[in-house]
Structure formats: C-alpha cells, structure tokens
RNA sequence: GCCCCUGUAGCUCAAUGGAUAGAGCACCUGCCUUCUAAGCAGAUGGUUGUGGGUUCGAAUCCCGCCAGGGGCGCCA
C-alpha cells in the first residue's frame, strides 16, 4: 500500500549509492519485526558483499551496519516517515501512525468487498479441479482438492486474472464400467431416494463388485468358474459401451446423472461455480485423432506394426541425455486411447478453444509423473502455454487405519464429515449462544461446521499429506477456521451495539500498539493476495488470515471501542473495527469460508 | 535401479538465504457485574533426521547417508 513512499526513498538510497561509488545490490522490502512500532525495511547484506567480492577487505554485518547508518544521513526527512533507524545492518523506517492509519482504514471503508484487489491482468487462467470419477460418492479427499482449487480460483481472480474454473470428471473406465455391470445384474430398477443416499448407494454396489471379482484364497472350482464368468460379462459391457450400444449408453448416462446430481449438490454447498464440464468420455474421438498427428510430426512413434504401441520418446524427442520425463504410451495396440492421450486433447481444447495462457492442474501427486510427461509432449507438440502448465499437486487424505478405498468401501465420505460437524457445532452453539434462533443456528452451524472443514484442509502445505481425524478437523479452538469466524463475529458485534459508523475520522491520538498491529495486517493484505496468487499457494491466504484474525482478538481484549470516552477516539477505532471486519470478510472469502454474523 | 515428496517443541503444523526458528493442541498460572471466554495474557517445551559443503549469514541452497511415503510404456 506505500509503494509511493517506498520509492521515494529507495530512489534516496541509490543516489546516495552512485555519489559514494558503492555498487548497491537489489533492495528487498519487508515489514519490521518486533512489533509496536510500525515501518518497513530494507537491509545492506547484498550490497556489502557485492563489495567484499569485488575485492574490498570488509565484514560484511559491520559494513552493512555502516552503510546502513550513512544512508540514513543520506535519506533526510521523508513525508510520512517518523523515524529512521540504522540497526545491525537494517535500514528501518517508521511510518507516521496518524497519517497511515487514517489512510489504511479509509481505503479499505472506500473498496470494501474491493479491498485488496488487484489490477486486471492480461492473462487467462483456468484452474481444473473437483473431479471426482463419476459413479462414486465425494470423500474427504474430493474434498481437499475442490477446496484447494476453489481457494486457488477465488485468490488468483481477486488478484486480477481473467479465470475460468474446470472440472474433469472420469465418467467412463473398467471401474465405471464394473458398478453398471453389477447395477445391471443384481439391482436392476432400483433406485433408493435422496441425491446422496443414491450415489453412496452406487458406491456400496462398487465395492460389492469389486469383491465378487477378486480372487479369494481357497476358491472351489465352481467359485472360480463364477467369478470368472463375472469377468467375462463386466468386459462384455465395455465393449458394447465403445460400440455405442444403446442399452448399455443409456444405463451409463442415467446413473451417471445420479453421481452429477450429488456432485453438483456438494459443490453448491460448498460454493463453487463451474464455469466449464469437460468429461473423459468427450475427449476420447478427439484424442484419437490427435495420435495421427503426433505421429505426422515426428513427435510420436507407431510401433503398432511391430506388434507395440504408439509411444513418445519424451526424453529422447527434447534432446535429453539424462532420464527425465522417459517414455509413455499415447494409444494401446487395439488403438484405444489412454489417460495420457485424453489429457492432451483437452489441453488443445483448453488451449484453442479458451484461449487460456496458464492452465492449473489441482490433482493428486501421484500423477505428478503424468503431468510432467503431458506438459512435455505439449512443448514438443508446439503449444508455448506448455511453460505455463502448472501442477498443484497435493498429498493424500488417509485414514488412520490406512489408505482410503472406494473398492474396499473404505471410505470418509465428505456428506458424513460435515454433517456430523453440524452437529457438533450445534451442540456447541446452544450451550454458548441460547439466543440465537432455532433458524438462524443451523445455518450459522453449516458456516461454522464447512469453514472447521476447509480450514483444516488450508492451513497445510499442499504437499503435505494429512492423516484425516476427525476430531482435529473438527476443533473448533485455536489454529481453526472459527476461531477466525469468531473475530469477525466480535467485530460484528461492537458495530451492532454502536451508534452508527462515522464518516470519517482522525487517528490524532496515541495508537496502542494492538491497534497498530491491527492496522498493519490490514494494509499488507493486498499484497498477501498478489503473492499467494503468484506462488498458487493458498496457504499463504490461510496463515495471514489467521495472524489477521489473532491480532484482532489481541486488540478487542486490550482496546476499548465503544466504551471510550473520548469521542473522536471512538470514532476512529470503530472505523478500524469495521475495516478489520471487512478485510476478515474478504480474506474469508478468498478461503471459501463464510463469515458469520452470529455465533 | 532411477526419479519425486516429507523429516522442525510430547503431538499437529508455520517460517521470500537475513534481526530473537513461531503458532495451535496437550500440560500449568492468571483473566468473564465491563464491546461474544469458540477469547486474552503468561509459563513450560528446540543440537530444525544426520554428516559434510557453499555463503558475511543456512530450517531454507548443493552433495552423501538414515527414516517414512509416492511414482516409473499398453490403469486412471
């Protein structure tokens, strides 16, 4: 928020620089520690030892110090800066309180929901997430990705780009293919009530299916002789699938609505908006077609003739020596194609079609290996949007007993985790809040319960993988999504109780240092939101929110509000007050979380 | 065999190559007749897996090793 001052004395430093003969490395800004006082700083570390390496016999800490000392000479008076101080080789300018808090708190009492958003930026993104196959119900590892995605999606929207949100669901394969199958053989015109029971329903036939067709220790021959009779129909639907059979075609697209039903239920519970389905299933002709081409071009090589594959030397065709991406198979011997093939296509199609400059790919690090080799043969291919593929892959979600299975039926299902979050926030809210209307608290408890969820899922590293208890997800004290929700609700509540916000106000007081702490989260928001969205890291949004959040509540413990006498210090802390609640406000929502009013 | 990820307080996790490695949970001490105690203030807790190296400076970069997880041509 002060680039302005902040060039005016960087411009500063490098003519004191360039007069003293000293060669000044690049300037890095950071906030100061230790806070209570408020500025930003700069060190002298690069810029010494540029020196040191151009043959000067110096320490580099003590030369820095120095440097920074006489900069500080050099600089003068700034407006807006209080106070400079040369410290063990930092150069630390204090802001002057008044002045930067009132602006602060006007431009975000100016932008509201706007506040911290960026500039419109000339590329396009389309972020691919929440693509669970079909024919299987949402667990709490669907989870992870859809929230993950969607925090991507709102962060590097609010930060400027033009953004189109994709998902890609499997709604074909042999395990598709199996729940049919045993749909058609054993529970043919059935079909229980409710979007979700219906879908966790198709998932218990899966798992069912998937037993009857394993192999068992100490089968009887007449065992083995059904199973394998299975087998033989399971591959028979597959087949009359890819010729088009209607009966099959249909049974397909009708319980594959059923899984669409419950899939786009959970999203609009989660509040995401697609803006594009792409499914496996569209793809596979053109995937087909984009073979021949590669092959045209040299890129791929058909060994069908030699009894093999159609295959890309990955490695090979970029002119690497080293093992790196190896070789992958883009068309089968029979010439069906293959995951691989499909991804490429939709590239194309990503690329061509909606004209996106960077594509984001939020799946699972197990295909990390996949997606490499994709993005590969994309560049050979020509696509130059290829340097802008990104993998945001994720560690999995497992149970403490182990890996989730949706073959062993060894699943936590996302519906069964947030209902049984309701409840506990229910349970929760009617001891601390009798108040609340029986109304008004299950909706808040829906707030609270997905917001524990997300924010469970947020404050982790992507790439970390996380063990799923339920009871963690599902604290609602400290490091979590409602202690968050909380602060925003206490702001709420002083703005209730007062007369009315005022028009404007002066900060011409003493600011407590949790007030100025306050203030300066608030304006570092902006720029939390650009580096989030350039890393794609949303943890970035969710470890600032909560410090956000934690220097709100510091302050509301230590910093009358509505109790002050003195009028016009009053009016400048509830103005503060409504400007952190805004900022929680959109920080939240960049979290895919909702701030409730009440709780 | 090769490649990727992870290893930080008892537990779960943070930390653009820079100032004193920080939170939460758990445990302990205080704080509700005062704007919501889902909170605040404080105490305890560290050889950042390990051994080298680069650097003025390393949890962070490089190399070796140990431990755990994942991946590697006709699955997705």
């Not at 006082?37 to 040191?52: D, H, I, K, Q, V």
């Not at 580099?60 to 900069?71: H, W």
């Not at 081409?293 to 065709?317: T, Y």
């Not at 702490?517 to 650009?530: A, G, N, T, Y």
Request: hydrophobic letters at 40%; one cysteine or more.
């Amino acid at each position: 928020m002060f680039e302005d001052e902040q060039q005016i004395i960087e411009s500063k430093i490098r003519e004191f620089c360039l007069k003293n003969d000293i060669p000044i490395a690049e300037l890095k800004w950071s906030p100061i520690p230790f806070s209570g006082e408020w500025g930003t700083s700069t060190s002298f570390f690069a810029t010494a030892a540029l020196e040191a390496r151009a043959g000067k016999k110096i320490q580099v800490p003590a030369r820095a110090q120095e440097i920074a000392e006489q900069a500080k000479a050099a600089i003068g008076s700034v407006q807006g800066i209080s106070r400079v101080d040369a410290i063990k080789g930092y150069l630390n300018l204090y802001f002057s309180t008044s002045e930067y808090a009132r602006r602060v708190v006007d431009e975000v009492l100016a932008s509201n929901a706007d506040f911290g958003r960026g500039a419109p930026k000339s590329e396009r993104i389309m972020v691919e997430y929440a693509q669970p196959n079909t024919h299987h119900s949402f667990h709490i590892g669907h989870h992870r990705n859809t929230i993950l995605g969607e925090a991507l999606a709102r962060i590097v929207e609010f930060a400027g780009f033009d953004t189109i949100r994709a998902s890609y669901p499997g709604d074909i394969g042999l395990g598709v293919i199996t729940i049919l199958w045993a749909y058609d053989r054993f529970y043919k015109g059935q079909e229980p009530q409710g979007i979700h029971e219906r879908g966790q329903w198709l998932l218990k036939i899966y798992a069912e299916a998937t037993a009857m067709l394993e192999p068992k220790e100490n089968e009887t021959p007449e065992e083995k002789a059904k199973r394998e009779a299975y087998d033989v129909e399971r591959h028979e639907m597959y087949r009359k699938w890819d010729i088009n059979d209607p009966y099959v075609r249909e049974l397909w697209l009708k319980t594959r609505e059923w899984s669409l039903e419950e899939l786009r239920d959970i999203l609009r519970i989660l509040d995401v908006k697609m803006d594009v389905w792409f499914f496996e299933s569209d793809v596979d002709v053109p995937a087909k077609e984009i073979v021949g081409e590669l092959i045209a071009k040299g890129i791929a090589d058909d060994e069908r003739p030699q009894g093999g594959a159609v295959i890309v030397k990955i490695d090979e065709k970029l002119g690497l020596t080293k093992e790196k991406y190896r070789t992958n198979i883009i068309m089968r011997s029979d010439g069906t194609t293959l995951y691989l093939t499909k991804d490429l296509a939709l590239a194309k199609v990503k690329f061509e079609q909606y004209h996106v400059d960077r594509s984001i790919y939020v799946v699972d690090v197990r295909q990390s290996m996949h997606l490499q080799q994709a993005f590969a043969i994309l560049k050979l291919w020509g696509f130059k949007q290829a340097e802008k593929c990104y993998h945001l892959g994720y560690g999995f979600v497992s149970l403490p007993e182990g890996a989730m299975s949706a073959r062993r039926g060894r699943v936590v299902l996302f519906k069964d985790v947030m209902d049984e979050a309701i409840k506990r926030v229910l349970a929760v809210e009617s001891e601390k809040s009798p108040d609340i209307s029986e109304e008004e608290r299950r909706h808040v408890a829906e707030q609270i319960g997905l917001g524990a969820l997300a924010y469970s899922m947020l404050s982790v590293d992507n790439n970390k993988d996380i063990i799923f208890d339920i009871n963690e997800a599902l604290n609602f004290d400290g490091h979590t999504g409602p202690y968050i929700q909380n602060a925003y609700v206490r702001a709420n509540s002083i703005l209730k109780k007062s007369d009315g916000l005022p028009k404007e106000s002066q900060f011409d007081y003493e600011l407590d240092p949790h007030e100025i702490e306050l203030i300066e989260l608030i304006s570092r928001f902006p720029d939390k939101v650009q580096q989030a969205a350039d890393e794609y890291r949303p943890l970035i949004m969710a470890n600032y929110t909560y410090d956000l959040a934690n220097a709100f509540h510091s302050f509301y413990h230590a910093v009358p509000v509505i109790q002050t006498e003195d009028k016009n210090v009053r009016e400048a802390r509830l103005r503060l007050v409504a400007a952190a609640k805004q900022t929680i406000a959109n920080a939240l929502r960049l979290l895919d979380i909702q701030a409730p009013e009440v709780m």
